[in-house]
């Protein structure tokens, strides 16, 4: 995942904005990406439960939203269960 962190950078270096986001906070603090989203779902569901198009929206939104704002941004962490 390490090696994602460093694609996002290269990408912003180049001009192209990036966003992540994940469930695990500890690797989202080592990797220091751009911008991100932490959700509080668990492995296979970042995005959201499976066949909850509602919340993978909201969390697809959360992370989209991020683009509009300069980077660096803090890791937002997204209230999702």
């Not at 950078?9 to 904005?17: D, K, Q, T, V």
């Not at 683009?67 to 962490?77: E, G």
């Amino acid at each position: 995942m390490q090696s994602v962190g460093l694609l996002a950078r290269a990408l912003e270096a180049a001009g192209i904005a990036t966003t992540m986001t994940s469930w695990m906070a500890g690797r989202m603090g080592a990797i220091k990406p751009p911008r991100a989203t932490l959700t509080q779902l668990g492995a296979g569901m970042t995005l959201g439960h499976p066949g909850d198009a509602a919340q993978q929206r909201r969390v697809i939104q959360a992370t989209l939203d991020l683009l509009a704002q300069p980077a660096p941004v803090p890791v937002v962490r997204i209230d999702e269960r």
